[in-house]
Nanobody
Framework: QVQLVESGGGLVQAGGSLRLSCAASGLTFSGYGMGWFRQAPGKEREFVCT????????SCADSVKGRFTISRDNAKNTVYLQMNSLKPEDTAAYYCASGTYSDQQSSYGAWGQGTQVIVSS
């Protein structure tokens, strides 16, 4: 069965950086698009970034474009989210998911448990 385990979350000051990792198992990782989503308290889960199966295509939400970068290492079955210039509004639980290259949650079949990111002002 597919297992996705996020790590790297924590508390950071505004303007700081974090790198999230998502380790995948139970699937042929190099055959799947991967995505990062986030959910802030009291809000719906929203798209952050997606990457296609070989890393050749990436796309991020306008709210994080230019600050966040998604990448993957297929040899390590891991997808990353580099987050720079963090803002308090980036505070959320961050989830990785496996599926297709898409900004739609319905395109993903497996989800991790999430890692919390808190950005203090």
């Amino acid at each position: 069965q597919v297992q996705l385990v996020e790590s790297g979350g924590g508390l950071v000051q505004a303007g700081g950086s974090l790198r999230l990792s998502c380790a995948a198992s139970g699937l042929t990782f190099s055959g799947y698009g991967m995505g990062w989503f986030r959910q802030a308290p009291g809000k719906e889960r929203e798209f952050v970034c997606t990457i296609n199966y070989n890393g050749g295509m990436t796309s991020c939400a306008d709210s994080v474009k230019g600050r966040f970068t998604i990448s993957r290492d297929n040899a390590k079955n891991t997808v990353y989210l580099q987050m720079n210039s963090l803002k308090p509004e980036d505070t959320a639980a961050y989830y990785c998911a496996s599926g297709t290259y898409s900004d739609q949650q319905s395109s993903y079949g497996a989800w991790g448990q999430g890692t919390q990111v808190i950005v203090s002002s």
